[in-house]
């Protein structure tokens, strides 16, 4: 018998250009060969998504002297297990010195030239050329003009790729393999040429977000899907100098919100933010800036510190070596490694506890564990803790601020960053966009420190010198920065030196030096949950904060840290939750019908 099955349909491969715009090719074939060649027409309409990445997140390079070129100075590329080990081996062992010299906000700018990605994703997607070379560098290239090459690939890349494959693969909802569709949900018309529809009104679950957010969330609706699949969502980055006054990012941010809608021209009316910590800081006081909050059609904040976290104080003062070995071979061993950066970035400075962050953060306890002085602040930590300088337990040695073959930098420097750092938290206390969806972490297998406790224990004496009668817990509360000894890792130590003292072993004696001290003051480790770096309540404070209705959806998340917020399956649901019902509520471009 006679083949009589209907042939293939023929389907003409689609690019984008620039502009987002869509490009079908198509080789011309013999007359006889008639059949129709059907060109998949993607929604007119364009709603791009921007990821604002936290501190630490955007690449960095130098700002070059006349007749030399930039140098990357922190780059994110992922090596070994996607980690980013170029990055350690650039920063390990550095001295506090070089670390001031070179990590100034002045003297880097954003590196728009780490890894991206070069394989096709959602909507980057490159018109086909003869050479592989050249269609290979075609991707790279419009990866970088999204902005991708400007922040970190180790912490950041698996996540946009997986969000825009999710949002740009396809724009059919029963195609969409996140819900489970049931016959129930679609209205399947007779003519196989056309494609089923959703029925209006029915919930929708999205299963991977896990059933502690399913708990949490009313379901979505087939009226959700529908309008958000007449978008395309092309994922962009937006870069930034994390050292510098995070309202020079805002202002810069909005910049590039206005530069991706003229991209994209008339079919674009509005973006989303998507941001990741300190990102969500910028995020906010962008949508406070003229014609922004219209611009901007939501914004979803993973882990953002609102009030601050007291981490970032107890890393100037003993550095990171009882977090985590790895990070602090980055970011600083040391209290002197940390403050030679942290007290001349405005940026750093402004993820240090607002004067809305629970007062009483900072604690000083005798050796039977009771208060030793009034917990600090009682009010205004700026004044209290950041800009005290006749106490120990203040944020900052002064002698720090000049490390050996650094930059140096004077009180009066540091003290306008702080002053940058108060007036930035003020400009966006209860700011908020209008359309706001959070989630934060409460996870007890990621303990955070909601304050910060120095603990008085007796020190080791000495029988060949003694020390004498110690001073009490009140006399040490009121010590000024020189009578405490402090290497800038913990504990800290009062009256002594150190000594050695040879230690009888079988070749002979071994010199062995020890502190020798009437207290010693140890810096405690974390007393609550949260992510590990932001605590449970600077996370969960925007509902309470926010004017009734900024923030329409807030939860509560865990299994992941900080870092690794958007690493994991729940929290990329989420924000694909929150996406959709962002889009459902945008600003249709008015020349689309």
């Not at 502690?212 to 699949?229: E, F, G, I, V, Y």
């Not at 995070?246 to 021209?265: C, M, P, S, T």
């Not at 079919?267 to 611009?295: F, K």
């Not at 107890?314 to 403050?339: F, L, N, Y």
């Amino acid at each position: 018998m006679p083949d009589t099955a209907a042939p293939a349909q023929r389907f003409a491969p689609m690019s984008y250009n620039a502009r987002g715009q869509p490009v079908f090719q198509w080789t011309l074939t013999p007359a006889e060969q008639c059949d129709p060649v059907i060109l998949r027409i993607p929604p007119d309409a364009i709603l791009p998504v921007v990821f604002v990445p936290g501190i630490m997140g955007s690449n960095l390079k130098s700002v070059p002297d006349d007749g030399q070129e930039a140098e990357p100075v922190w780059r994110l590329d992922a090596g070994l297990a996607g980690k980013p080990v170029d990055l350690f081996r650039r920063w390990n062992g550095v001295p506090a010195g070089t670390r001031q010299a070179v990590l100034h906000p002045d003297r880097v700018t954003v590196d728009d030239a780490g890894a991206v990605p070069e394989r096709r994703v959602g909507s980057v997607i490159v018109p086909s050329v003869d050479s592989a070379t050249q269609s290979k560098q075609a991707l790279i290239d419009r990866y970088r003009e999204r902005g991708w090459g400007e922040v970190g690939e180790s912490s950041y890349h698996p996540f946009l790729i997986w969000l825009e494959d999710s949002l740009n693969s396809s724009y059919r909802p029963h195609e969409w393999p996140e819900f489970q569709l049931k016959s129930m949900h679609l209205d399947v018309p007779d003519d196989p040429s056309l494609q089923p529809r959703l029925k209006p009104g029915l919930e929708v679950p999205l299963a991977g977000l896990g059933e502690h957010l399913l708990r949490q969330l009313p379901h979505l609706k087939t009226d959700d899907l529908s309008a958000r699949a007449a978008y395309r969502m092309p994922v962009h980055a937006f870069g930034y100098n994390w050292l510098a006054d995070n309202n020079v990012a805002a202002n810069k941010l909005a910049e590039r919100i206005d530069e991706i809608r003229r991209q994209y021209g008339s079919e674009c009316q509005q973006v989303i933010l998507v941001t990741h910590s300190m990102g969500g800081l910028v995020a906010r006081r962008c949508a406070q800036l003229p014609g922004m909050s219209e611009a901007i059609a939501g914004v979803v904040h993973g882990v953002m510190p609102t009030h601050g976290a007291p981490v970032a104080y107890r890393r100037c003062k003993v550095g990171m070596q009882q977090e985590s070995t790895m990070a602090a071979a980055v970011i600083g061993v040391t209290g002197q490694d940390v403050t030679a950066v942290f007290a001349q970035s405005p940026g750093a400075l402004q993820l240090l506890p607002t004067k809305n962050y629970s007062p009483g953060w900072l604690r000083l306890r005798d050796p039977d564990y009771a208060p030793a002085m009034p917990a600090r602040p009682e009010a205004d930590p700026y004044q209290e803790i950041y800009l005290r300088r006749d106490r120990w337990w203040a944020l900052l040695r002064e002698d720090w601020l000049k490390p050996k073959d650094g930059a140096p930098a004077e009180w009066k420097d540091y003290a306008e960053n702080i002053e940058l750092a108060k007036l930035f938290h003020e400009r966006i206390d209860a700011a908020y966009h209008p359309n706001t969806y959070v989630y934060y972490g409460a996870d007890a297998k990621q303990p955070s420190f909601e304050t910060i406790t120095w603990q008085m224990r007796a020190g080791r004496g000495d029988l060949n010198r003694p020390l004498g009668v110690p001073p009490d817990a009140f006399v040490v509360s009121t010590m000024q920065m020189a009578q405490v000894r402090d290497q800038g890792s913990s504990p800290l130590y009062v009256g002594g030196s150190r000594v050695v003292e040879h230690v009888p072993v079988r070749a002979g004696r071994l010199a062995v030096s020890m502190e020798v001290s009437h207290w010693e003051l140890h810096c405690e480790m974390q007393d609550g949950i949260g992510d590990g770096t932001v605590p449970v309540s600077s996370g969960q404070a925007p509902a309470a904060q926010a004017r009734e209705g900024q923030v329409r959806v807030q939860v509560s998340a865990t299994g992941f840290d900080h870092e690794g917020a958007f690493k994991v399956m729940q929290t990329r649901h989420f924000t694909l939750y929150s996406l959709i019902k962002i889009a459902a509520q945008a600003k249709r471009p008015s020349c689309v019908a």
